[in-house]
């Protein structure tokens, strides 16, 4: 590789990048940012489906969507809040997908779930010795009952889920039926 002395100086010293735009945090711009991620994220999906890749090559897709994935929900989080959250608050704390992210991103690309059922897959606040306790009970990366998505915090020791609002949830009961008619689901 050559190096030019003088241009790397010259960044160092004398360059200023230009100023990069600032995002648009109203409604309509996270609406803006999220129907660019969903084109990003189903081209995506048709390379990763289409193209004739290596093992390593469709890993760095899976890795990408992923990263844009969780960027979605941030702007939804940001945007609505989280769906759930353990209580008491405070300590450190983990945004969980209840269905882990890495189930949702396959069954995603393999067609079983669309964009909007992606983008609105309940997410919950957890505190970190929470989240600990479902990595060290190997939950942390499965979630067996989609339907009934909270079980699993169950097998965990993870007992008081509630709405930021403050509604009790039942862990062994609620279904993701229940999550759709509380919260609206965003049609991107």
Known sequence: MQIDKDKIVWLGSKWTPASKPKRDTSQEGIIDTLK???????????????????G?????????????????????????????????????????????????????????????????????DLSDISNDS????????????????????LHADIESIQTPSGQKINLMDWTIEDHFKLYEPIKI
């Open 56 to 124: 390593n090559q469709r890993l760095t897709i899976l890795d990408i969507m992923r990263r844009d994935i969780r960027r979605a929900h941030a702007l939804v989080k940001d945007w609505r809040g989280e769906h759930y959250q353990e209580r008491p608050l405070g300590g450190d704390r983990h945004f969980e997908h209840v269905i882990p992210l890495d189930k949702l991103a396959v069954a995603f690309i393999q067609g079983h779930i669309d964009f909007d059922f992606l983008l609105n897959v309940p997410t919950c």
């Open 36 to 54: 660019f991620l969903k084109g990003f994220i189903n081209e995506l999906k048709n390379r990763y489906i289409n193209d004739d890749l290596t």
């Open 134 to 153: 479902l990595t060290r009970k190997k939950l942390h990366k499965t979630n067996t009952d989609w339907y009934h998505f909270f079980r699993r915090y």
